[in-house]
């Protein structure tokens, strides 16, 4: 189904069109579940900062991550600005009327990247079709069909709708197969002004790009033929290729990866994986994840780094100045930090953390594959820690997924366990983890933790987050951090060292468990109590060494560079190592 002719704008050229399920802009938008939506935004945020014309394309979820009734829809009108029409997107032969809702992202040197919102709840719609654009990840497997097809369909005829032209675009970025619809119907585009499929291939080849972010099964959507079948246009359908399915099943990952012309993983060691894991066909390149300085950087780290980095606002990588700082002055900065967070997570708690304390840091999507009971699976040992070394406080906080069963099942483990030793440990799980309380918690804690089961971490960003605020990140060596490991140096490993990459290279729980503890009580704080001035230093260089690499400025920057704008002169099948 094409929009009408009207175009909201005049025709203009784009850089780049950035596509994704979630794109977390503000705590009082919570249309996003974690990581994905908090990279999406942050990459946004950095093209403002460059001034590059681009945009984001997302669905409203109006109530959010949590699937259930009892959410409260955020108030999109007092947040958002509606625009003047709607877009027809035909499902199963009936047309879902979608409103669109603008929201700017505004860089630091006052450029605007503005975010649009699909959005289904309209009076003309059914209250199914309503509902399609309410919960993030929500429903059954036919309402999730329905959402995709809404943002990548919807998604080609907004863009058509602002008057952007399509021809006249540098990019097409897909984060994640979410949006893979949107490969299909800029084919559908080319196919009516190109005279053969390889042309029609080629052009898709140079403004087409996908970046896949885990390697879990469950991370690559799947749906079953005969619903995709009854839910797409027939013009649509016959454009769907062969190798886009698992037998009976459409897999949007795959889907993705024919329509682009270049894929990309989050880091080094995913991009191993998916190349054994997955059927590639074209060229991977790794583009290696970050986040944006300015959003995750403390006001009292900030002031200094203003001090001692003073490009460091404009260019992050300037950080790697670090070394100019006085350790005692970082270390003060960090004291405040801290005592933000502590002063913030007794008044919800309850539970009074004491200033004078190593305390822990582990907050994430509460899922089994992140682990997070691994740190308490031996209390009596961390006891035994806080007589003969120091006190010890660890914070918990995140969220699991309604639908999510045994992410449910770790919270209350965390919670029980905290209840059992509160008289010999402060262990405090804070619920409601949104970017607000994240990032008081980066920069609060003492040590950041990590405890994934490799290698299905494919990248994680919290750990980068801490690094920009001098936090030591202790962690099982997957995703990121195998790139910014320097034991003792930069923070710890957790388990297995680097052994080669792929999917053999895999955690063993007992000697992950017994690496952690070993480290915790012997190496780790015994520094923090009997060497404050070397644990001050290696936040230092936690800040010189990962803190200026693992940036969204540095992320974007490569993805110029290396994907951009030389996909143009790319071959389609070509492999680079």
């Known amino acids: 189904m094409r929009s009408s002719v009207f175009c909201y704008a005049i025709f203009m ?74 877009l027809p997107v035909k499902i199963e032969g009936r047309v879902v009327i979608c409103q669109v809702w603008q929201y700017d992202l505004v860089g630091q040197f006052g450029e605007k990247v503005s975010v649009y919102h699909l959005d289904t709840n309209s009076e003309q719609n059914s209250e199914y079709d309503r509902s399609l654009t309410s919960y993030l990840y929500g429903g059954d497997s036919r309402y999730r069909l329905h959402q995709e097809q809404i943002l990548g369909l919807g998604g080609f005829y907004l863009l058509e709708k602002l008057g952007f032209q399509v021809e006249k675009t540098r990019i097409f970025h897909l984060n994640e197969g979410h949006a893979a619809f949107f490969g299909l119907a800029l084919y559908d585009w080319c196919r009516q002004r190109f005279l053969s499929h390889e042309s029609a291939l080629g052009f898709l080849a140079t403004r087409l790009v996908f970046t896949t972010h885990t390697p879990l099964p469950a991370g690559h959507d799947r749906f079953l033929k005969s619903l995709v079948s009854a839910s797409l246009e027939p013009r649509l359908l016959k454009f769907l290729p062969e190798t886009a399915f698992d037998q009976d099943e459409l897999n949007m990952t795959r889907l993705a990866m024919f329509y682009s012309g270049i894929a990309t993983s989050v880091t080094r060691k995913h991009r191993a994986l998916t190349k054994e894991t997955m059927p590639i066909n074209r060229s991977l390149l790794t583009v290696t994840n970050g986040v944006h300085h300015l959003r995750w950087t403390s006001s009292f780290l900030a002031e200094l780094y203003d001090q001692y980095c003073p490009l460091w606002r404009r260019n992050p990588a300037f950080l790697h100045l670090a070394g100019r700082i006085p350790p005692q002055r970082l270390w ?20 009074t953390l004491n200033l004078k304390h190593i305390t822990l840091g582990f907050a994430r999507r509460m899922t089994s594959y992140k682990r997070p009971s691994l740190l308490l699976s031996r209390l009596d040992e961390l006891s035994r820690f806080g007589y003969e070394v120091g006190p010890l406080q660890i914070i918990f906080s995140g969220k699991a997924h309604a639908s999510d069963k045994e992410g449910k099942v ?78 003792g140096v930069t923070g710890w490993s957790i388990g297995s060292r680097l052994s080669g990459i792929g999917v053999e290279d895999r955690s063993d729980q007992d000697y992950d468990e017994e690496d952690l503890y070993h480290k915790l009580g012997s190496v780790i704080m015994p520094l923090y109590y009997h060497q404050p001035e070397q644990f001050a230093k290696m936040m230092i260089n936690v800040v010189s060494l990962n803190g200026a690499t693992f940036t969204t400025h540095r992320m974007v920057n490569e993805y110029v560079s290396k994907i951009y704008f030389p996909l143009k002169n790319r071959k389609r099948f070509d492999e680079i190592e």
Do not use: C
């Open 13 to 86: 050229d784009l850089d780049i069109a950035y596509f994704s399920m979630e794109i977390a802009l503000s705590d009082a938008i919570p249309n996003y579940s974690g990581g994905l939506g908090v990279l999406a935004g942050d990459a946004l945020l950095t093209m403002a900062d460059f001034g590059y014309k681009a945009i984001g394309i997302t669905l409203l979820n109006e109530r959010g991550y949590y699937s259930s009734i009892l959410n409260n829809p955020w108030p999109k009108e007092s947040l958002l600005k509606k625009l003047p029409f709607t």
């Open 332 to 351: 003060q900065a960090h004291q405040k930090a801290k005592q933000k967070l502590l002063t913030w997570a007794t008044q919800k708690s309850g539970v």
């Open 410 to 487: 770790l919270i209350l483990k965390i919670l029980k366990k905290a209840s059992e030793y509160q008289d010999s440990l402060k262990i405090v799980y804070l619920e409601d983890y949104d970017m607000d309380s994240a990032a008081k918690l980066v920069a609060g804690v003492d040590v950041w933790v990590n405890t994934p089961l490799r290698p299905y971490e494919a990248s994680g960003t919290s750990g980068m987050k801490a690094a920009l605020n001098g936090v030591p990140h202790f962690s099982v060596l997957d995703g990121w951090w195998e790139e910014g490991w320097v034991e």
